[in-house]
């Protein structure tokens, strides 16, 4: 739906913003783009129907600037339309309210609401049909006129029936029948397809004005029945408000009026205790700053008995008949984007846990390389081997009463280990060990006191055979290299440096024994030791009782990975692509000011006037003396990814209608 923002200022009584109120109108969960300076192209989402009119907007509006939303109490209109409405098992399908209105003049918009309709797009005809527009846009309600030639005595009716010309024969066809609006055996229109049997009048006459609930093509097919979110009053305020334009702008005089079917929402009053509207959205709340605070989202609200306040919440907001909802819905006007957690603020939920943030994606990144996670016991016997890296500095063995053999157990202080020994049996078993171990290793024998490792070891075949290489490529310390690389990278700690185990260490800590000093380093990452990477010693490999073969391991710290700052890569953005296009060639007087020229097609394309320009100026014996033809280039921007080719010529077209309108020739 495209609004012009002077529409929007009109209703809400002051001067707005455009990239404020789109983004007041995002907050709500409509879809607004700033189409233009002074147009803004608004998709409501579902379960906001107000978001889909212009009142609706406008009472959004209203109440981000702390004012109350407009009253929309349709007047009393006079009866005498007696209305019939198809009922099924669960009652009626619809609602529909008409009204006879005499005109003795044709209802054109005034200047301001003629501009409105032009800018929101709506084609100006000069009849009935400009009036029925206007209405469908500020409320939200689309409306039919037909002529009103004399009516049955029983009035119009809506029934499910076979719309003319569905029936062959004997035998009907098995189709869902559509709404047929009827006088007797007069088809007025059908409103499911949008036909009308007669057009509008396009001058002055006796009209009948209808309009039905839910709106054509709302409800699918004919027996579905009409969607939860949305108020069948709509109707009624649509057919009294188009009344009242008709008396304005026409001189119309109403004759008769009814409406039945689906009955109106009743209005909902909610009375909500000043402390729960505190304990909801702010402790600090006085009373008078709750019950302003409530005004904006509803109407006539009032404090009420024992510390309540009373509110009465507008028909065309069903989405907030729940104490719930509408509590939230004053909290987003307040500022807050969702309804905070009833809780303190100093007992909140904690914040997500970085260590274990940091553990998962170490995990993560070495799943991705093809490594294989494990995980081994924590103690471990005195006898088995590489025990002198089982056993935590300053801790005794411990005791464990079971089975014999298993009563001496040792904590481990490094998660090497027990990674060598599963290395091991899947070397004797498949040839290849790609394996690695997250977990806590002890640093002392104080309770508490431990650290978080990664341990992955690679050996055996990492590359299957291929044409270029007959035989499996065994690892490399490359590999190793390039996973020490990836787990820096996905770790957001950046690139890694290796330093020679006979370096001075960064710091106190040791590289397990089993590692070949000749054949290891140190990992550095913002000059900080991180951890090692080599080559396992022979000797740990055979006592681990592994078959000869390479074994390179890496042992990160991932405690001082924790601490390191974190270190963002640097992107390079592509440079903007060229935005899509069209051209239009307009002629004109040569005292037509060429800025008028572009600011038409930029209102009319939707597009921003600083994207429009023109390419070339004509004036030549193909024109009439006195006239030149412009040829305008507009870019546009198309945030909704729609087909290029389909915008163009879309907003091209409306170019070309708004230049038609204007007087003025466009090819």
Known sequence: MRVPLSWLEHEAGRPLDPAQVSRWLTEAGARADTSTDRTLEVTAPPGRPHLASVRGLAAEIRGRLGLPPPSTDPPPLPTGIDIAVAEDAEGPVARVAAARVRLPTVPLPPAPEKGWLHAAGAPLTGTVADLLAYVALETGQPLGAVPDRPLPPDGPHLRYAPAPGEETGEQPRHLDPAPVLRAGDRVLALPARYEHTEPPPTGPADVLLYTVWPPPGAHGTARTRPPASGDPGRCDRAIARAVELAAAWGQGTVQAAGAAGLPPRPPRTHVLRTEDIRHAIDP???????????????????????????????????????????????????????LPRRLPPALGAPARDPAAHLRRAAAEAAVRRGLQQISTPVLRPRNAPLAHLGTAPGTGPVRVHGRAGLRDLCLRASLLPGVLDVAARSLRHTGAAHHFETGPVLRSAAPGDENQRLTAVLSGPVAEPSLLDPEPRPAAFADLLGLV?????????????????????????????????????????????????????????????????????ADLDLDALQELPPVHPRVRLPPAATLPAFHVTVVVTDTTPVAEVLRTVAEAGATARRLVRVEDVYRGERLAPGRLALTVRAHFENPAATPVRAERRRRRGAVLDALRDRGWEGR
Not at 301 to 317: D, I, L
Not at 499 to 505: E, G, K, R, S
Not at 525 to 542: F, M, S, T
């Open 485 to 553: 690389h990836l787990l820096g990278t996905a770790l957001g700690r950046g690139t890694p440096d290796l330093a020679p185990l006979t370096a001075p260490p960064p710091h106190p800590a040791s590289p397990p024994s089993a590692l070949d000093p000749a054949a290891s380093f140190t990992i550095l990452l913002g000059g900080r030791a991180a951890g090692w990477a080599g080559l396992v010693h022979p000797d740990a490999a055979e006592s681990a009782g592994a078959p000869p073969a390479r074994i390179y391991c």
């Open 284 to 338: 600090t709340l006085t009373p008078d700053e709750a019950l302003a605070l409530v005004r904006r989202v509803a109407r006539g609200a009032r404090h009420g008995a024992a510390g309540t306040v009373h509110a009465v919440v507008p028909p065309e907001r069903p989405d907030l008949e729940r104490p719930g909802p509408f509590l939230a819905e004053a909290a987003r006007l307040r500022g807050h984007h969702t």
